[in-house]
């Protein structure tokens, strides 16, 4: 009966994990050199930021984000094209922008520190 038990105590703590993974993210986060950008995904928006060597073009869009614009050398934050799920984020190091997601309900599982 124990190994029920904890059977059951185990298989419950997965399923309310993969519910947290697959939550849908609410917000975007743009991390400047200057400040700091929070913007809810479900409002369409164009953002232009200053970045460390020129500005960054960011395009907001039915719940996914892109970088449609940035005079970094090799445009790498352009080439990534749209993003939309929570292992997915933006960097341009050059400019010293960074993009991504973010909840209101919670911590997102997948931060990025300097």
């Known amino acids: 009966m124990r190994k029920y038990t904890i059977g059951l105590f185990l298989l419950s703590l997965l399923v309310s994990g993969c519910g947290y993974i697959t939550q849908q993210p609410d917000q975007v986060e743009i991390i400047t050199p200057n400040k700091t950008i929070v913007h809810p995904l479900q409002k369409n928006a164009i ?66 520190t300097y």
């Open 47 to 112: 953002i232009t930021v200053q970045g460390k060597i020129s500005e960054v073009t960011i395009e907001i869009q039915n719940h996914r984000v892109r970088v449609i614009k940035s005079e970094c050398p090799d445009k790498i934050c352009v080439k990534t094209g749209w993003i939309k799920r929570w292992h997915e984020f933006i960097l341009c190091a050059p400019n010293q922008v960074s993009i991504k997601f973010r909840s209101i309900r919670g911590v997102s599982k997948y931060r990025m």
